[in-house]
Nanobody, 127 residues
Framework: QVQLVESGGGLVQAGGSLRLSCAASGRTSSNYPLGWFRQAPGKERRFGAAIRWSGGSELYADSVKGRFTISRDNAKNTVYLQMNNLKPEDTAVYYC????????????????????WGQGTQVTVSS
């Protein structure tokens, strides 16, 4: 079992920044990835960024590349998503997901490959 708790969402103006946190507990492994996904109302859950607990293997969606940075603090068992230059189209509920088995790097983008999810945190960007 893995428990995930997201925090850090809120309301921000376009061009602003937020940092999301995902605190994990339970059966995590350094070789397995944790991903950030987002879901806007009426839309499917979409990939944002992912990283392995051991570090490295970061992957970003084209829509956030250059603006978002994923990182982790193993001592705190927490993964962060630093979001800069936010746009109204970034408005969504942001979820972190954990995989508890090996995953090909190319599959990091698929929400179907993740075994556990947090409750989500709302990010709203006003224009």
């Amino acid at each position: 079992q893995v428990q995930l708790v997201e925090s850090g969402g809120g309301l921000v103006q376009a061009g602003g920044s937020l940092r999301l946190s995902c605190a994990a507990s339970g059966r995590t492994s350094s070789n397995y990835p944790l991903g950030w996904f987002r879901q806007a109302p009426g839309k499917e859950r979409r990939f944002g960024a992912a990283i392995r607990w051991s570090g490295g293997s970061e992957l970003y969606a084209d829509s956030v590349k250059g603006r978002f940075t994923i990182s982790r603090d193993n001592a705190k068992n927490t993964v962060y998503l630093q979001m800069n230059n936010l746009k109204p189209e970034d408005t969504a509920v942001y979820y972190c997901g954990a995989r508890t088995g090996y995953l090909y790097y190319s599959d990091y983008v698929s929400p179907l490959q993740y075994d556990y999810w947090g409750q989500g945190t709302q990010v709203t960007v006003s224009s």
